[in-house]
């Protein structure tokens, strides 16, 4: 059936856009774009949904997110701040989530970062231990580079005071060397995996298809047509796959698969596309650690707790090996980078295995890219790297970042000069680090006002249209999928986004309260918040 999508502001983001008043969708792809008169004529018996003045926007991208995660913690008790202002709110949450986890399951929160919190520090084992006792409990930090457990959970965990940092890894300690219960970088990864596999085995049959299917939910409600997760594994590639075939994903999953796994997905004939709603294009490899947690590499060390120069993961010669095996093998490479130091071996690996003047043809990526002061951005333009980055950090986490980083803080995540650089930049959430509403990420991109009201970096505001490229265009660039999503054109999927006002008009502070009417993906709508489209 044709459908005609009129009465409404077309915003294509194409480089050369018509005058656009009307939209012919067949076949779940966007068959004609232009005047009202002439898309009519073209499809006689079409179905004409009239839109009363809205704007349809190509449908937003998250270049990266852990969709599965944000399924997974949906359960978990929300200790974000200004929600939970105090570790004493905290172990409320925590009692309270408590009585409704199941016997077997880690009691779970989610969302604080310390310097939020009023007392400036990071909750300890005995202050989980007085909320939830003899049961094992964990809290995440936002970043979701650090926990903290309790008691039974270090037990249940086999970590004992006086064993030594693991690789990779710290554990936070008290004044007598005993575990203070906070768990930094590769065991919280790892724990962090072994519970979620645990509690979706502990679901049954379907769970996990239930869960990304419940996170799919969430984001078609924020506008999302897309999102790249950025660290799938065996367990959830299969829950990805399980829900696609049930026709229950709400969006294009580009998979990022995590690098100890994609050998085996290679192996078993899994790399690639699987369907227009589900591919495993990329792998992903974490350089170093995260930019709120403190644990980003840098050079120098940090002026804030931990005072450390941060955690790397892999040195250059690792991280280049790793490089030329999975560019070989067909892969784009996807590196977490946030600090300058890890940057620069990043960009030392990509520099050794791509051939001069070939540029990037796998369009290998830095993801987060937060220190990537000039002279490391003129070295990423140049070997063509793609900065996968998150606007919406600045209000959420901004204040931290200026706390971590002082003077250079308004040379982080400096997105008009990386563009000036030559750099594409695609935007994205990190979600559930911090929501994935992009509505908030293209208002950081234009304002980067911090929580507290402070302009980090002004210099680099982007103008409201390279905001929402970040979104549409760019990330489509991202995946790969230039020719498929990401603008408003003839011949590409009709995956768009309907809001209530057109965001390039809009005061840029009341960006984020911009309704979503509905998103609709190849055609089909998988969210509205009216009867728009009667009968879907
Ligand atoms: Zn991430």
């Known amino acids: ?155 249940e965990a086999g970590f004992a005071d006086g064993q030594p940092d693991p690789p990779g890894g710290a554990f936070g300690r008290d004044s007598g060397g005993r575990l203070d219960g906070v768990v930094y970088e590769a065991p919280m990864f790892a724990l962090f995996e072994r519970n979620l596999r645990r509690d979706i085995a502990r679901m049954g049959a379907g769970a996990g298809a239930g869960l990304v299917q419940a996170a799919g939910r969430r984001l078609a409600a924020l506008g999302l047509t897309a999102a790249c997760d950025a660290d799938m594994r065996r367990d959830t590639f299969a829950a990805f796959a399980e829900a696609d075939a049930g026709g229950l994903l709400s969006q294009r999953i580009y998979g990022l698969v995590v690098h100890d796994q994609a050998d085996w997905l290679a192996a078993a004939g899994l790399q690639g596309r699987h369907s227009s709603r589900l591919a495993t294009e990329a792998v992903k490899i974490w350089a170093d650690g995260g930019m709120s947690s403190r644990t980003a590499a840098i050079s120098g060390t940090y002026p804030v707790p931990p005072h450390g120069s941060g955690i790397m993961y892999f040195e250059r010669d690792e991280l280049t090996r790793m490089v030329r095996h999975f560019d070989a093998g067909g892969f784009q490479v996807c590196i977490h980078a946030q600090g300058d130091r890890a940057i620069q071996a990043v960009l030392d690996a990509y520099a050794a295995v791509l051939a001069p003047g070939a540029g990037n043809p796998r369009r290998h990526r830095i993801e987060h890219g937060g220190a990537m002061y000039p002279p490391l951005a003129e070295r990423a333009a140049a070997l063509q790297i793609v900065v996968v980055s998150q606007p ?112 390039l008009q809009t005061e840029p502070e009341q960006i984020p309260g911009i309704g979503v009417l509905a998103t609709v993906l190849g055609g089909t709508p998988v969210y509205q918040s009216t009867d728009m489209f009667p009968g879907h």
């Open 1 to 155: 059936m044709d459908l005609v999508v009129e009465d409404g502001v077309f915003v294509t983001m194409a480089t050369d856009p018509a005058p656009a008043e009307s939209m012919l969708i067949r076949d779940g792809r966007i068959a004609a774009i232009g005047p009202a008169g002439t898309v009519r004529a073209s499809a006689p018996g079409a179905e004409v949904v009239r839109l009363g003045g809205a704007t349809v926007i190509p449908g937003l991208i998250d270049a990266h997110c852990h969709v599965a995660d944000i399924g997974y913690l949906a359960a978990a008790a929300d200790c974000s701040q200004p929600s939970a202002p105090d570790i004493a709110a905290i172990g409320a949450r925590l009692r309270e989530a408590a009585g409704r986890t199941p016997e077997g399951s880690w009691v779970m929160g989610s969302g604080y970062a310390e310097y939020k919190l009023r007392e400036g520090r990071h909750p300890t084992r005995a202050d989980l231990d007085r909320a939830v006792p003899g049961r094992p409990a964990v809290l995440y930090h936002t970043s979701l580079h650090v926990c903290v457990l309790n008691t039974a959970a270090l037990r």
């Open 392 to 503: 919406g950090l600045l209000s959420a986490l901004g204040d931290g970042f200026a706390a971590a980083f002082g003077d250079r803080s308004d040379q982080l995540y400096a997105f008009a000069s990386w563009q000036r650089a030559g750099i594409t930049v695609a935007g994205s959430s990190d979600a559930p680090v911090i929501t994935a509403d992009p509505l908030i990420g293209i208002r950081d991109a234009i304002l980067r006002r911090t929580s507290d009201g402070r302009l980090l970096g002004p210099a680099e505001r982007l103008p409201a249209r390279d905001a929402l490229a970040l979104y549409t265009t760019r990330a489509a660039f991202a995946c790969h999928r230039e020719n498929q999503t990401g603008s408003l054109e003839p011949g590409k999927l009709a995956d768009f986004t309907i809001l209530d006002n057109n965001p």
